[in-house]
């Protein structure tokens, strides 16, 4: 958990064109877009079994509760100003084109059960929520909003997989370690599984295998991006080999192919288990550095 505040403390100081603001907590009705009515209310009064808990892993506490709504909230605020929707930040207007979680990528939560340390899907939510207030704000004046989410996280994004499973207007593409977490595995729109051990250049053909692949099916209007820094070489509960320059690729391929294509992409950090916690805050940094060469790349469009 510490790995939060240390980011938090780095960003402020060495990234100060990054304005970062309080996460707002996800509303019952937001969450109720992906997650059951009976398990929200589950959640929140501290009805869930046991046997529940457990499989996600957190003690139950008030203090849960309301981070799990705020990391939803966190990537939905993040989803409204990459597409330039209302997001009580600022005035709405231009797309920023990209926006972030500091926390968020909650994948292994389904519709009603959580999981792996996830309550609530961050990702799921905001997607189908920003298909509702982009149906909502230009009607039939724009086609429908297709949301890609991109999730290369070390362990496979299940639940969101569970979640939108036979639903053509949202793209699941999960790049995971084949042998990690979760050991029972759902189908994506693309998975790839990777060996134990993969490397810079073996996983960077892969993603660039994957995101040929993507476009080829679909064309999203939203990418919302997992970029966890659990393949890092020297994690504990990844299990791959790359390095922090393979990382640093492994995201900038990702906004490339987003702004190439002019697609507004929403990120989240997912997951980061570092023997060493500064390195996997390094990677996160990494991360944000890239991140914030695209924004000002967008930034650019419109000055």
Same mark, same amino acid.
């Given at each position: 958990?510490?790995?939060?505040?240390?980011?938090?403390?780095?960003?402020?100081?060495?990234?100060?064109?990054?304005?970062?603001?309080?996460?707002?907590?996800?509303?019952?009705?937001?969450?109720?877009?992906?997650?059951?009515?009976?398990?929200?209310?589950?959640?929140?009064?501290?009805?869930?079994?046991?046997?529940?808990?457990?499989? +996600?892993?957190?003690?139950?506490?008030?203090?849960?509760?309301?981070?799990s709504?705020?990391? *939803?909230?966190?990537?939905?605020?993040?989803?409204?100003?990459?597409?330039g929707?209302?997001?009580?930040?600022?005035?709405?207007g231009?797309?920023?084109?990209?926006?972030?979680?500091?926390?968020?990528?909650?994948?292994?939560?389904?519709?009603?059960?959580?999981?792996?340390?996830?309550?609530?899907?961050?990702?799921?939510?905001?997607?189908?929520?920003?298909?509702?207030?982009?149906?909502?704000r230009?009607?039939?004046?724009?086609?429908?909003?297709?949301? *890609?989410?991109?999730?290369?996280?070390?362990?496979?994004?299940?639940?969101?997989?569970?979640?939108?499973?036979?639903?053509?207007? +949202?793209?699941?593409?999960?790049?995971?370690?084949?042998?990690?977490?979760?050991?029972?595995?759902?189908?994506?729109?693309?998975?790839?599984d990777?060996?134990?051990?993969?490397s810079?250049?073996?996983?960077?053909?892969?993603?660039?295998?994957?995101?040929?692949?993507?476009?080829?099916?679909?064309?999203?209007?939203?990418?919302?991006?997992?970029a966890?820094?659990?393949?890092?070489?020297?994690?504990?509960?990844?299990?791959?080999?790359l390095?922090?320059?393979?990382?640093?690729?492994?995201?900038?391929?990702?906004?490339?192919?987003?702004?190439?294509?002019?697609?507004?992409?929403?990120?989240?950090?997912?997951?980061?288990?570092?023997?060493?916690?500064d390195?996997?805050?390094?990677?996160?940094m990494?991360?944000?550095?890239?991140?914030?060469?695209?924004?000002?790349?967008?930034?650019?469009?419109?000055?």
């Amino acid at each position: 958990m510490a790995k939060y505040a240390r980011l938090r403390d780095r960003m402020g100081a060495e990234l100060r064109r990054v304005a970062m603001h309080e996460a707002p907590g996800a509303t019952d009705g937001e969450l109720a877009m992906v997650h059951s009515p009976a398990y929200i209310g589950a959640v929140i009064s501290g009805g869930l079994p046991a046997v529940a808990m457990r499989e +996600i892993g957190f003690p139950w506490s008030l203090e849960m509760v309301e981070r799990s709504r705020r990391s *939803a909230g966190a990537t939905i605020a993040a989803a409204r100003v990459a597409l330039g929707l209302p997001h009580g930040i600022g005035a709405p207007g231009q797309p920023e084109g990209v926006a972030a979680n500091m926390a968020g990528g909650t994948h292994h939560a389904s519709a009603d059960k959580g999981g792996g340390f996830c309550v609530f899907n961050d990702a799921a939510v905001a997607a189908r929520l920003m298909q509702a207030e982009w149906a909502r704000r230009h009607g039939c004046k724009r086609p429908a909003l297709k949301v *890609a989410i991109i999730d290369l996280d070390v362990h496979q994004g299940n639940g969101t997989a569970s979640i939108f499973q036979n639903d053509a207007s +949202i793209f699941t593409l999960s790049m995971h370690g084949q042998r990690n977490f979760p050991f029972r595995k759902e189908a994506s729109d693309l998975d790839v599984d990777l060996p134990d051990g993969c490397s810079d250049s073996d996983y960077l053909q892969a993603l660039e295998h994957a995101l040929d692949e993507m476009d080829r099916r679909f064309q999203p209007g939203l990418v919302i991006y997992l970029a966890g820094a659990d393949p890092f070489e020297g994690d504990r509960l990844g299990r791959l080999s790359l390095s922090f320059d393979g990382l640093e690729a492994r995201d900038r391929r990702v906004f490339d192919w987003a702004f190439q294509r002019r697609i507004p992409l929403a990120m989240a950090m997912a997951g980061g288990y570092g023997v060493d916690i500064d390195e996997t805050v390094q990677v996160q940094m990494n991360t944000y550095r890239v991140a914030l060469a695209y924004w000002e790349k967008w930034q650019g469009l419109t000055a």
